[in-house]
């Protein structure tokens, strides 16, 4: 088992040094950089500026960003090893300093999202097999292509208008005014699980939706074949027929689906944050990459797709575990 | 549900009526000697939810064709006359509560003081909604110049089906043309996935080896991304000065990036057991051509899955596009699709005012649902020679 988790984690490195190159590339695709931003601001201040060109080099010098691309690439990536990730232009302020918080939070999301999304497609799933054709089953799957079908940003602006409408106040942000600056502290942390439930709910509807219909699938399958009859047959409690021979089965494509969940997760939870304004990576790598903050917007890409990686790879774990045909090929 | 195919009473007196006859056929003992397109044709019927889907999915695409003459104002025609006017209500019966044509009341304009904004009373003066009406001149399929739309109303009333917006723009009509953009995006970007996913697909599954796992190592990694942070990031790269048309390109391109990853895999999937079915190996003995097998033998059997992997994959098309320019990162004004409508109700105030701007996310939700549907109908036909439970 060690042996499998070794080989599968040596396997995500190269895939790892893919995604930075690729993260460094996109964020140099814009035409112009922060530089030129930053100059042709300075020049609508103070038109008396001649020498350009000498600008642009002694800011270029500062920011340390003279070099060419290839040789900018190892000098960010270098870095990463011992948490140096390169300095925000726009914050003016090294971006490790800047992305730990963000990147907390939109891994709490996305974690309570996945327990959320994988509890509720199990337990929905299992109900909706074993009475299948009902007025609950019919409830499920129409809420389950309704949540399928609508955007995640639109479910997030629907449910900002109703708690206008209902509340006296639109739900945004994942802190209540009093605690914005405050320290972390068990009231904060309170306080975030009553905001957390909207973008939860937001973020996971089209994850479950599409879990459950995996998971009644195959536990339709399961329950007419004759090892079920036979666990009856032989006097099972009716829980323990189902718990304990179906549903071990149904489990596994349940969890092989986390592995591509997360993508899904992340890059939804990144759209929902913009619209409900909450302080997490969604909004700041928007703004790092319209202000052309390479270094802030390469590390978070880079970190958001590092968070998939590592899911996926848990995934696997998971999967070899609960399947041995999987840990032993 | 077992699919079976009854098979059909011969010898019936009513066999001579047309009708029954063709039925019997269908659903007859020639259900043995029907060609494959016929079974799909048979098993995708019985699907009455893709069916209809398939309708409006139609309907929707003419209205997109047909949107100058579905549209009652021009889109750019703006009014400071009326400002967020809600959508007008439609009359069908007078004031003796007879059916009459359907007609709408004009709008009285008056200043609220207070907030200084406009406010709209419905007036006493009745306009008939007229059909075939005469509006702002267009060409028609592109070719010829008329000036006749579905339906309008005479000077001195205003028909805002869906209300409009701040700028006194009819929504309904540019709902009507928002969807020229929004339903070809899906489209275009759909075919540049088939065209990468089949292609890049088909050689990892054709040839294997080495090819194989650089191509499947390449998808994993697009795969690994997020692929909003990854649209966001590339449609922020789009210098804001290019034109409308490149944009739009752009954008479809964009998306199709990670598209073709899910169609590579199942085409990849299907080749490699078309190759180890007996008829290639034939092939391969008796000494065809690669190119002959991929043509003969191997692309006809994993079209019909491409096909409804494909109408599978244009809602997620869809969606994305109206994402990035509902964040103002995808297609901007002027140009008109049900995203950038949608850029207005960014405000929860204005949402709060005027929830009928939201009008363009219901076309968005029902056109994704019809696709869905569509596609899962599509893919229990793809395969008419399996029996689903």
């Not at chain 2, 006809?300 to 994959?313: E, K, M, Q, R, Y």
């Amino acid at each position: 088992m060690l042996f499998y988790i070794f080989r599968r984690a040596l396997i995500s490195i190269p895939t790892l040094i893919l995604i930075s190159i690729i993260s460094f590339i996109l964020i140099q695709l814009p035409p112009g950089d922060f530089v030129d931003a930053y100059i042709s601001e300075r020049l609508i201040i103070d038109g008396s500026i001649s020498d350009v060109e000498a600008l642009r080099a002694s800011i270029q010098a500062e920011l340390d960003i003279s070099d060419s691309m290839v040789v900018n690439y190892f000098k960010w990536i270098s870095g990463f090893p011992h948490g140096d990730f390169g300095y925000s232009f726009q914050h003016q302020k090294p971006v490790d300093e800047l992305i730990w918080g963000k990147l907390g939070l939109t891994f709490l999301i996305t974690f309570i999202t996945l327990i959320f999304t994988l509890t509720s497609a199990f337990f929905i799933g299992i109900l909706t097999a074993l009475k299948p054709y009902t007025f609950f089953d019919y409830i499920v799957s129409f809420f389950g292509f309704l949540g399928l079908a609508v955007p995640n940003f639109l479910l997030a602006l629907l449910l900002m208008y109703l708690s206008l409408k209902w509340f006296g106040t639109p739900f945004s942000g994942l802190f209540s005014p009093e605690y914005i600056n405050a320290p972390w502290s068990m009231g904060k942390l309170l306080d975030v699980l009553k905001h957390i439930w909207i973008p939860i709910i937001v973020v996971g509807t089209a994850g479950t939706a599409s879990q459950i219909r995996i998971m009644r699938a195959t536990m339709m399958d399961e329950l007419h074949k004759p090892y079920v009859d036979t666990a009856r047959s032989k006097g099972l409690p009716q829980y323990k027929v189902i718990l304990k021979y179906p549903v071990r089965h149904a489990v596994t494509p349940l969890a092989s689906t986390i592995g591509w969940m997360l993508p899904e997760l992340v890059s939804g939870s990144a759209i929902v944050a913009i619209v409900l304004s909450l302080p997490t990576t969604g909004p700041f790598l928007l703004e790092a990459l319209r202000g052309q903050d390479m270094y802030l917007a390469g590390t978070f890409l880079m970190m958001l797709a590092v968070l998939t990686i590592i899911g996926t790879l848990l995934s696997d774990i998971i999967l070899a575990l609960l399947d041995p045909r999987i840990r032993l090929s | 549900m077992t699919t079976t195919y009854p098979v059909g009473q011969s010898g019936s007196p009513k066999a001579f009526d047309a009708d029954l006859k063709e039925q019997q056929e269908d659903r007859g003992s020639d259900i043995f000697y029907a060609s494959k397109s016929r079974l799909m044709w048979l098993r995708f019927k019985q699907h009455k939810v893709a069916l209809f889907s398939g309708v409006m999915i139609c309907l929707f695409y003419l209205v997109a064709i047909f949107a100058n003459f579905i549209s009652v104002k021009d889109i750019n025609s703006f009014s400071a006359k009326f400002k967020y006017v809600s959508p007008t209500e439609i009359h069908f019966f007078d004031e003796e509560g007879d059916f009459t044509r359907p007609f709408i009341y004009n709008l009285d304009r008056k200043i609220n003081m207070e907030t200084l904004e406009y406010e709209y009373t419905q007036g006493d003066t009745t306009y008939p909604i007229k059909f075939f009406h005469k509006g702002y001149s267009y060409k028609f399929l592109w070719m010829f110049e008329t000036d006749r739309h579905l339906m309008g109303v005479d000077e001195g009333a205003a028909l805002f089906l869906m209300g409009s917006d701040k700028l006194g723009r009819d929504i309904f009509s540019k709902v009507v043309h928002g969807a020229r953009i929004s339903l070809s995006i899906g489209l275009v970007g759909v075919f540049l996935s088939l065209v990468f996913g089949v292609i890049l697909g088909g050689i990892s599954g054709f040839y294997g080896g080495k090819v194989d796992t650089v191509i499947q190592r390449l998808i994993e990694v697009l795969m690994s991304f997020p692929s909003i942070p990854l649209w966001m990031a590339l449609a922020a790269s789009l210098p804001p000065h290019w034109s409308p048309l490149i944009v739009y390109f752009m954008i479809t391109l964009i998306l199709s990036l990670i598209g073709w990853t899910g169609i590579a895999r199942v085409v990849r999937g299907i080749v490699m057991r078309l190759k180890e079915e007996k008829y290639t190996e034939a092939a391969v003995l008796s000494g065809a051509g690669n190119f002959y097998i991929i043509r003969k033998h191997l692309l006809p059997g994993a079209t019909s899955f491409v096909i409804a992997h494909a109408t599978l994959s244009i809602p997620a098309m869809i969606i994305a596009e109206t994402s990035l320019s509902f964040l103002g990162i995808g297609l901007r004004p002027p140009v008109v699709s049900w995203g950038v409508l949608l850029q207005e109700a960014q405000s929860i105030t204005v949402i709060a005012n005027y929830p009928w701007i939201l009008y363009p996310a219901f076309f968005v939700i029902a056109t994704v649902l019809f696709f869905n549907f569509l596609g899962d109908g599509l893919r229990d036909a793809a395969d008419p020679y399996m029996n689903r439970a």
